[in-house]
């Protein structure tokens, strides 16, 4: 019982220092987009298709949480700037694959090298299981993410309907 004080502030600086970062890397990416010309919606695709390597135009939809409608625009002015190539499925017509320009792969890195040095250098100082945790740490927020954005999509169309 003598812990739970403690443990409720430590939780408490947690979830502080979580949405400090959180905010501190949207402001990041503001400033990363601006410098490249880019939107932050525009980085965020750009961002998801080099892990991706492809998608479709809806992936990309689902993953910037976009209308299909803007994504379509959004495609549009990343390919007339040379970002993305974009070509029909040949096994679906109707449906558009995404794929990044290699060439372009190292412009965008440029803006983030001075961070992942840093970041590079932070982790050193940490011991593998650290690493593991934080790793771990970070699924599952990301599963929360992602189930918090299914429910948030759900109730949009449930008030659409409505």
């Known amino acids: 019982m003598s812990h739970e004080p403690a443990r409720a502030s430590a939780i408490a600086d947690l979830m502080r220092a979580g949405r400090e970062t959180s905010r501190l890397s949207t402001v990041f990416r503001y400033a990363v987009a601006d410098g490249l010309g880019l939107t932050v919606s525009d980085l965020e695709c750009l961002d998801f298709l080099a892990d991706a390597g492809s998608a479709t135009a809806g992936q990309v939809a689902e993953r910037t949480n976009l209308t299909t409608g803007a994504v379509t625009s959004m495609l549009r002015r990343l390919q007339q700037a040379g970002y993305v190539t974009a070509e029909r499925d040949p096994a679906d017509r109707r449906r558009v694959i995404v794929t990044l320009r290699p060439e372009r792969i190292a412009e965008l890195e440029r803006p983030y090298e001075r961070f992942a040095e840093r970041a590079e250098r932070l982790i050193e100082g940490y011991r593998v299981e650290e690493v593991m945790l934080l790793v771990r740490h970070y699924e599952r927020m990301q599963a929360m993410y992602l ?16």
């Open 147 to 162: 189930a918090e954005l299914d429910r948030l999509r759900g109730e949009d169309t449930a008030q659409r309907s409505a």
